[in-house]
């Protein structure tokens, strides 16, 4: 069993694990009405999905199930393990296909739930789709490793490997990471999920780089006999690229004719992405500093080209979004689900002087998809998660107003980003 996700510091840890807590006992009980309903379809209790579950279990909420342990124990009628540090049983017995919970206070195990409700909101139930996960700007396919790692070693699912655009050749490439310690299984072809990259990520246009997801959504298709749609899930920018697709707007590089959606689409899922832009990108750019002596470009740990063509583009009403973001002219398509993860928790600059609530790159109302579309009915939801400052984040020092942090680039890594990623999976 290997690790997830990075974590905060122990008083941050323990505030979330409480949270956790609260959360995971509270969803029990609220999906245990829905599980009990009739019109719930169960799933048969496979030792796969059964062992998926419990893992799912003990990463998202270590507060209840620790330490991680690995394998099942038998007690008719209970597939289930034990955990001694919380003194904890978490089960699913063959007699009806439901979850049970003891705790250390418990005289005997609880009903939480029909199996199928769990299985749904773990990410360990069927797999109608290939997923293919896209990062964004100054970020690569690695941004997703952690990711990456959970769901080979922990739901088993199969790694197709990193769809790459070849810009010479204009084909895709899957390749499968070096792997030293023969852990990381990958195919090379078919798969239940991808990491792609694009063939750059500041010196593309984003209908560019749409175009290249076109590409790359038919070569994993191509892999995939039978599967007619992907789900998508784009970090930043790249959640900004599939809409380009999505709107009909993407194109080649060379090319000024856009190429047509294919309806290969089942879900978009996009994570802190800049839907109406960020001001960020603005002052980047003009490379403000009001920060004493440090540019606002700093805030990101990564190298940034203030003059790049992803930088004008992210712009609050650059033409690039303007365009995008004209759902009269270039709708979304209605059958297609989408989904915005904000990540908060920082205060984020929204102009010279103003700053809201946001990941402190991306300002929570950017990210949200809904803010633009609004009464179109379109089959959305939304989800705020609010991002601990860590080690992946950066901090630069503002006058009068003191330390100001981003988390943006810490999301594709955050235990609570992951666990709302999995329950929209299906």
Same mark, same amino acid.
């Given at each position: 069993m290997?690790?997830y996700?990075e ?15 609260l ?6 009980? #609220?999906? &245990?009405?829905?599980? =009990? ?5 169960a ?22 199930f ?5 394998g ?32 250390? /206070? @418990? ?5 939480? $739930? @029909?199996?199928?409700?769990? %299985? ?7 797999r ?14 690695d ?9 080979? =070693? =922990? ?5 197709? $490997?990193?769809?790459?655009? =070849? ?7 899957i390749?499968?990471?070096? /792997?030293?310690?023969?852990r ?11 990491? %792609? #990259?694009?063939s ?10 749409? $175009? ?9 298709? +191509? ?30 590089l ?6 047509p ?31 004493d002596?440090?540019?606002?470009? @700093?805030?990101?740990?990564?190298q ?8 004008? +583009? ?7 979004l ?12 209605s ?5 915005s ?6 205060p984020?600059?929204?102009s010279?002087?103003?700053f ?10 950017s ?7 609004? @009464?179109?009915? %379109? ?32 999301e ?6 992951? &666990?709302?990623?999995?329950?929209? %999976?299906?």
């Amino acid at each position: 069993m290997g690790k997830y996700y990075e974590q905060p510091s122990t008083q941050k840890r323990l505030l979330a694990a409480r949270a956790l807590g609260l959360i995971i006992l509270a969803a029990f009980y #609220n999906t &245990a009405a829905v599980a =009990n309903d009739s019109s719930v379809k169960a799933e048969p209790a496979t030792l796969p999905n059964i062992e998926c579950v419990l893992n799912w279990a003990q990463t998202f909420y270590p507060n209840l199930f620790s330490p991680l342990v690995a394998g099942v124990q038998l007690s008719s009628p209970y597939t289930f393990r034990y955990y001694p540090d919380t003194n904890a049983y978490v089960g699913v017995s063959s007699a009806d296909n439901h979850v049970y919970y003891r705790g250390p /206070d @418990d005289i005997t195990p609880k009903d939480i $739930g @029909d199996l199928s409700v769990f %299985l749904k909101e773990s990410g360990c139930g069927a797999r109608p789709y290939p997923v293919i996960f896209m990062h964004g700007m100054a970020s690569t396919a690695d941004t997703w490793i952690a990711y990456r790692s959970y769901l080979i =070693n =922990n739901a088993d699912w199969t790694f197709g $490997g990193i769809p790459t655009y =070849n810009q010479a050749t204009k084909t895709v490439d899957i390749i499968c990471p070096p /792997d030293p310690d023969l852990r990381i299984k990958c195919t090379g072809s078919f798969g239940d999920f991808y990491t %792609l #990259n694009f063939s750059d990520n500041q010196g593309l246009f984003l209908d560019v780089q749409g $175009g290249e997801l076109a590409v790359i959504i038919q070569a994993v298709l +191509e892999q995939n006999p039978g599967a007619t749609k992907v789900l998508l899930i784009g970090h930043s920018t790249g959640g900004l690229a599939a809409r380009e697709y999505l709107q009909g707007l993407a194109r080649g590089l060379d090319s000024v004719t856009t190429i047509p959606y294919r309806e290969d689409i089942a879900k978009l899922i996009t994570i802190g992405t800049p839907h109406q832009g960020s001001f960020w990108a603005e002052a980047c750019h003009i490379n403000l500093d009001i920060f004493d002596s440090v540019g606002i470009c @700093d805030l990101l740990p990564a190298q940034i080209d203030s003059d790049s063509i992803a930088i004008k +583009e992210l712009q609050p009403n650059s033409s690039a979004l303007n365009i995008l973001n004209d759902l009269t002219t270039h709708p979304l398509p209605s059958n297609v689900s989408y989904v915005s993860i904000i990540g908060t928790g920082q205060p984020t600059l929204s102009s010279l002087i103003d700053f809201q609530s946001g990941d402190g790159i991306v300002s929570d109302t950017s990210q949200n998809l809904i803010t633009v579309t609004g @009464d179109l009915p %379109l089959p959305q939801k939304s989800a705020k998660i609010d991002i601990p400052f860590r080690e992946c984040g950066n901090k630069i020092k503002v006058p009068a107003i003191g330390k100001v942090g981003q988390t943006h680039t810490c999301e594709t890594t955050d235990i609570g980003v992951g &666990a709302e990623i999995l329950r929209n %999976l299906q």
